[in-house]
């Protein structure tokens, strides 16, 4: 897969979190998910702000304006590659 296909396909279509993550559900059928911890605006919200998402930059990112929290499934990727080699 090249890398415009790849970044294609990082749009997200719903946001969901458990007790120790948040995960987006991608368009093409994959989950990916990032520890809390590394977001501590999201880890300190209140269920009800979590929930307060809204998709921006055309589905590539996502917008929590309580908190004021951006994340992207590009973003939270690299971001576990550099954690995770």
């Known amino acids: 897969m090249d890398t415009a296909t790849l970044l ?3 749009k997200v279509n719903t946001v969901w979190f458990d007790a120790e993550k948040v995960y987006f559900n ?3 059928g994959r989950t990916i ?3 809390l911890t590394w977001f501590p605006r999201l880890k300190n919200a209140s ?3 979590r929930q307060n998402w ?3 930059a055309g589905g590539y990112g996502v917008h ?3 908190i004021d929290e951006d994340l992207s499934a590009e973003g939270m990727l690299l971001y576990n590659l550099q954690t995770n080699p």
């Open 26 to 28: 991608l368009t093409d």
């Open 8 to 10: 294609k396909s990082l």
């Open 64 to 66: 929590w304006e309580e």
């Open 54 to 56: 809204r998709l921006i």
């Open 33 to 35: 998910g990032s520890p």
């Open 47 to 49: 269920d009800s702000q």
